[in-house]
């Protein structure tokens, strides 16, 4: 009998130590990344529309490919200045010892729209996500994301350039305060009626506990919206 349970025992050990703790990458302190992704909007009709979205991330200094999500929403108008967004978002992201893992993200997000000074768009996105990790070994999280964006009305050349700045916060229940910022500055453009491109640097920097890790990220969107 004590050999079978020091067997069971053995072979429980082996399982848990087989399952690879979820930790993503970490790069460098100042590392350079490039993040890119295509999105699609539909209109229903002067109410609903649906939304798609894929995007990948490459670290290490733009080389190593570690983080994909695609998400899929339906969007709401029920005001005029404001649109509620149920999604669901699949994340894969690669974790320190270079095995990937799923995230499974569904989500509501609430977003606002208003003129301000005349011509400048003042939009704002408050988003609450429940994070489900799964074969990830990690707990299950609430987290939110609050995103403010201002956009200028100046639109120049024949692609229509539009300068905006943003800025976007993230809070989590198993962290201290805002743990995670990302601070944008951007051009908008339009290459055709349907199809837009937003071309952006954004320096994020996040709370390690004994210190904030900072990236740099230049990022190319393609919108097309029918």
């Not at 733009?62 to 929403?73: A, I, K, V």
């Not at 499974?104 to 429940?130: C, M, S």
């Not at 964006?149 to 905006?164: E, G, I, R, V």
């Amino acid at each position: 009998m004590k050999k079978l349970v020091s067997f069971m025992l053995a072979c429980c050990f082996l399982a848990v130590a087989a399952v690879p703790a979820f930790a993503a990458p970490k790069y460098e302190d100042g590392d350079w990344q490039f993040w890119t992704d295509a999105t699609f909007k539909g209109a229903i009709n002067d109410k609903f529309a649906v939304y798609g979205e894929q995007e990948f991330k490459f670290g290490d200094g733009m080389s190593q490919y570690y983080y994909e999500h695609t998400q899929l929403q339906l969007d709401f108008k029920t005001l005029e200045w404001l649109t509620i967004s149920p999604a669901y978002r699949e994340v894969f992201e690669m974790n320190s010892k270079e095995v990937w893992y799923p995230e499974h993200q569904p989500q509501l997000n609430l977003t606002g729209k208003w003129t301000i000074f005349e011509d400048w768009t003042f939009e704002a996105r408050v988003r609450g996500e429940y994070r489900m990790f799964g074969e990830a070994g990690k707990k299950d999280v609430w987290r939110n994301r609050d995103k403010f964006t201002l956009k200028s009305p100046w639109k120049w050349t024949p692609l229509k350039l539009n300068p905006y700045i943003a800025d976007e916060i993230f809070i989590q229940e198993d962290k201290d305060g805002i743990y995670r910022n990302r601070l944008y500055v951007g051009m908008g453009m339009q290459f055709h009626k349907n199809i837009k491109g937003d071309l952006y640097y954004m320096w994020q920097t996040e709370d390690k506990t004994s210190y904030w890790l900072d990236y740099n990220v230049l990022g190319f969107k393609l919108k097309c919206e029918f």
